[in-house]
Structure formats: structure tokens, C-alpha cells
């Protein structure tokens, strides 16, 4: 049983930063993609970052490009997600992926219990 723990989200001014974790259980860590996804009130989950096991490639939305960094550390068996520069549309709670599938940015089932960010104007 695969259990993802998320952390690190909280209330932002527009601008501002935000890292989340994800922390995973589990073995063969390294051997899954990991993603980052999130959900606005009153809109569908959507697609944010994904990175791939090694973390040599990541894939970003293009609505976060150049803002956000995904990262992970297999010896800790932890993905995070670096926030700069947010803007108040990116309010959401966000959700940690295990085993996203990268060629077309789909999840997997495995979901963390998701972590509300808000960024205030």
C-alpha cells in the first residue's frame, strides 16, 4: 500500500514562495515518475509538474513554466515542488502523484491527501 504525505502548503502574498513535499512509502522509489497536480474550487484537477525517476527530466504546465522547479531525492524518498512568483491563480489545493503517465500528463491512482495553498492579492 503506497502512502503519499504531502506538506509545506499555507497562505502566501502574491509574489511570494511556497516548497512542498511529498513524502512517499514505500520501495522502488527511484523506479516511478512522480507528478504534482492541483484543483481550484469549481474547477478539475489539473496537471502541474511531473519528473521522472533519475529526476533528470522534468515537465512543467505551461501555466507554471519558469515559475515552479520540481525536484526529488530518492534517499529520502521525498518529490518536492519549488513555487516562485505566485500569483493568486495558482490557489489550489495540490496533490502529490505516484506513477503519473508523462506522455500524456495523466495520473495515476495513487494520490497524497492534498495541501491548500492560497496566494492573496
Known amino acids: 500500500q503506497v502512502q503519499l504525505v504531502e506538506s509545506g502548503g499555507g497562505l502566501v502574498q502574491a509574489g511570494g514562495s511556497l516548497r512542498l513535499s511529498c513524502r512517499a512509502s514505500?520501495?522502488?522509489?527511484?523506479?516511478?515518475?512522480m507528478g504534482w497536480f492541483r484543483q481550484a474550487p469549481g474547477k478539475e484537477r489539473e496537471f502541474v509538474a511531473a519528473?521522472?525517476?533519475?529526476?533528470?527530466?522534468?515537465y512543467y504546465a505551461d501555466s507554471v513554466k519558469g515559475r515552479f522547479t520540481i525536484s526529488r531525492d530518492n534517499f529520502k524518498n521525498t518529490v518536492y515542488l519549488q513555487m516562485d512568483s505566485l500569483k493568486p491563480e495558482d490557489t489550489a489545493v495540490y496533490y502529490c502523484n505516484r506513477g503519473p503517465t508523462i506522455a500524456t500528463m495523466q495520473p495515476s491512482i495513487y494520490w497524497g491527501q492534498g495541501t491548500q495553498v492560497t496566494v492573496s492579492s
Open positions: 519528473i521522472n525517476g533519475s529526476g533528470g527530466r522534468t
Open positions: 514505500g520501495r522502488l522509489f527511484s523506479s516511478y515518475a
